[in-house]
Nanobody, 114 residues
Framework: QVQLVESGGGLVQAGGSLRLSCVASGSIFSVIGRGWYRQAPGKRRELVAAIISGGSTNYADSVKGRFTISRDYVKNTVDLQMNSLKPEDTAVYYC????????WGQGTQVTVSS
């Protein structure tokens, strides 16, 4: 059974940094991409960053230049380095692997205080 587990969320002041990590356990085959989504209260879930199997990355305009996504094939992880955090980055962050099937983590809360 595949399981994605996120870690690294928490409370940080505006301008600070956090690093989110997501590790996948179980047998995942034919992964095309990995990424991070977020959902703030009362808002739709939105893509934050994605990395495709060839190494291409994609970022939401609101996080470009501040967030960096990375992956480790051996450890089966996807990380999100978040710098210069803003209060509007406050949300529950979810990691996802997709390909033949889609897998999601349970989410980790990120709260940025002003």
């Amino acid at each position: 059974q595949v399981q994605l587990v996120e870690s690294g969320g928490g409370l940080v002041q505006a301008g600070g940094s956090l690093r989110l990590s997501c590790v996948a356990s179980g047998s995942i085959f034919s992964v095309i991409g990995r990424g991070w989504y977020r959902q703030a209260p009362g808002k739709r879930r939105e893509l934050v960053a994605a990395i495709i199997s060839g190494g291409s990355t994609n970022y939401a305009d609101s996080v470009k230049g501040r967030f960096t996504i990375s992956r480790d094939y051996v450890k089966n992880t996807v990380d999100l380095q978040m710098n210069s955090l803003k209060p509007e980055d406050t949300a529950v962050y979810y990691c996802t692997f997709w390909g033949r099937n889609d897998y999601w983590g349970q989410g980790t809360q990120v709260t940025v205080s002003s």
